[in-house]
């Protein structure tokens, strides 16, 4: 080794083994797992987006927009590519880093410079290559942004929710997590059709993040939802939402709810709920978010009256003019039954046990026929079950079956006390007596944009129902016509210049939080016009503390919602009886 030609060759060969090791890893390389190897050099300057979707729009019958989508932006910085920011200042080339970023950026997006330079230089020293400078801004502030030039500086595009009605609509829409979510309500109960594919666009990027224009990429577009259409009218909404939250204030109220339908085709117009919420700014929502008329169960009371009056009529134990001696008390079941207002011995005909709102008088007529009978009646019209909207956290009520009522509850029943259902049910019984005895599907949904400009509804298997005689139901509407008019529960609730036909309802409210019987539950659901009926107004507050009865408390607000309905629709007041001749 120590011969210099010696040391000289063993060089040579040292040196011969190196660069053929490098060869064959260059041959490795290039020619065996070239493919290998560029895939992972062009992962890792590979960025996968993801392109959210268009939700679809929920309008209402008229196209006017409920909730909508609005494309936002999420701005995101490169700490270190962002160090490297340069711009002319006083005429020269500057460096001016991150402090300079974030001085040119804080106006634009309307935050403090040292609050905005605070969290860049948190992120640079964690090494951190991403950090969010400003969430939910418009594409108009973006691209303010973008001209800056400022290195580093990106976009998330994002799509913010909308709800242009704000408080009237939000239980009966719902609203969309942050996530992007349905919440309840028409978002839920249509996400199929609301929600849309998400795209994807992939893009090779540099060192400092920002793409390379000649690198290879691909987009996959993002497909979006379509577009709702509901049967609910957005000014009658408005207007039952508004004049619901003052009466419910007026009054004291724990909560309240007002429905409304058309008579004829079983479409709802308006689900108004109170208290509501921002949908917009679900942080500061608390409390019950759901429609109360399709998830609050709660014992009806006097508006039940109507099925047991339906009932004897169908039996034919009874006539509208049937006398009905009514005592002052009247022991069943082991306990004495009362009516809301002392009295003496009343002679009244069955036809004024309505009008008055008998408890006893119910009773007496009730009890003519088996409780199978009326409970038969009662789910004929809708109690015990679903609507079938399939609205999120509808309730089918509490109706057991006769065999299994204990104590005086098959007389209790006959009053709407001992059995619980929503308003839904309780507007969808009056509609079927305003529909000559036959129960229309209730119907939420006018159709699901089809792509083509059209409106496209989903098969339906729910059918109308005759629960009634057409004889039957023109008797009852006579007989509720006397409950609006002199001497009758609902002056209140008159509408001046049409006939209306409806009943009032003030029963015992069961809080489940205090484990008993808390207040009263008053209502009143009534349509109109009496003789040609459009609309049925259901109106429900719930534990009013000033006031009581639901002629006084629910009256005015159907007063006025349904005055409001029909002029809305142009439906002429019947002309007035001619006077007497001389």
Sequence with gaps: MGHPRRRARFLMIAICCVFSLFAVQLLRIQGVESSAVSAAALGSRTQKVTIPAQRGDIVDTDGVVLADSVDRRNVTGDPLAMAEYHKTVNGKRTQVGLSGAAADLAPLLGVKAADLLDVLNKAAAKDSRFT???????????????????????????????????????????WVNSDGKPGGGI????????????????????????????????????????????????????????????????????????????????????????????????????????????TEVYEPGSTSK?????????????????????????????????????????????????????????????????????????????????????????????????????GDQRYTVLFGQGLAGTAIQQASVFQTIANGGVRQPVQLLEGIDDGDGGWEKPADDRTPQRVIQTDTASQLTRMMQSVVGEGGTATQAAVPGYQVAGKTSTAQRYDSELGRYDGTTASFIGYAPANDPRYVVAVTVQRPRKGTYGGAVAGPVFSKVMSFALQQARIPRPPAAPGPTR
């Design 132 to 174: 969010y400078l400003a969430k939910d801004i418009a594409p108009t502030q973006w691209r303010s942004i973008e001209s800056l030039g400022i290195p580093g500086v990106f976009s998330e595009r994002t799509v913010r929710r909308e709800y242009p009605q704000g408080t009237s609509t939000a239980p009966l829409v719902g």
């Design 187 to 294: 978002e839920q109960l249509f996400n199929s059709a609301l929600d849309g594919k998400p795209g994807l666009h992939v893009y090779e990027r540099a060192r400092d993040g920002s793409p390379i224009a000649s690198g290879e990429g691909t987009d996959e577009p993002a497909v979006p939802g379509q577009s709702v259409k509901l049967t609910i009218d957005n000014d009658l909404q408005w207007y039952a939402q508004n004049i619901l939250a003052q009466r419910v204030q007026e009054t004291d109220g724990l909560s309240g709810d007002v429905v409304v339908l058309d008579v004829k085709t079983g479409k709802v117009r308006a689900a108004a709920s109170y208290p509501s919420f921002d949908p917009s700014n679900m942080r500061s929502a608390d409390g019950y978010l759901q429609l109360r008329p399709f």
């Design 306 to 406: 109507v099925i047991t009056m339906a009932a004897a009529l169908e039996q034919g134990v009874v006539t509208p003019t049937t006398p009905v001696t009514v005592p002052p008390t009247l022991e069943r079941a082991g306990r004495p039954f009362r009516d809301s207002s002392p009295h003496g011995t009343l002679n009244l005909t069955t036809a004024g046990v309505l009008a008055q709102s008998s408890n006893i008088g119910t009773v007496l007529i009730g009890e003519k026929f088996s409780p199978e009978v009326f409970r038969q009646y009662a789910s004929k019209f809708g109690l015990g079950q679903t609507t079938g909207v399939g609205f999120p956290g509808e309730s089918r009520g509490i109706m057991a079956p006769a065999s299994q009522w204990k």
